[in-house]
């Protein structure tokens, strides 16, 4: 079992930056592949950014490519999602998940991630 707790989220006037962090607890960290997720009201969930287990692969959904980086320590058990430029939509509330790590550049789908955390709401005012 691995448990994750989102912080970070927040109001912020377009164009602005948030940090978002995410504290990981329970099996090793290093195992898994991390990602940020977010769900927009009366939309699905959508994958963010995600991360390999290593680090040395990150991935991107179209929107947030050049605004969004996403980075982890693995000796903090941690994850993090810098968000610069924001635009109004961008809002949502955002989610951490941990997926199996399997190879050292792998970054898993959406289907795979097994364990989630709750979630932190991220308003932009336009």
């Known amino acids: 079992q691995v448990h994750l707790v989102e912080s970070g989220g927040g109001l912020v006037q377009a164009g602005g930056s948030l940090r978002l962090s995410c504290a990981a607890s329970?099996?090793?960290?290093?195992?898994?592949?991390m990602a940020w997720f977010r769900q927009a009201p009366g939309k699905e969930r959508e994958f963010v950014a995600g991360i390999a287990w290593s680090g040395i692969t990150t991935v991107y959904t179209d929107s947030v490519k050049g605004r969004f980086t996403i980075s982890r320590d693995n000796a903090k058990n941690m994850v993090y999602l810098q968000m610069n430029i924001m635009k109004f939509e961008d809002t949502a509330v955002y989610y951490c998940a941990a997926g199996p790590g399997r190879r050292r550049e792998y970054v898993p789908p959406q289907r795979e991630y097994e364990y989630w955390g709750q979630g932190t709401q991220v308003t932009v005012s336009s």
């Open positions: 329970g099996r090793t960290f290093s195992d898994y592949a």
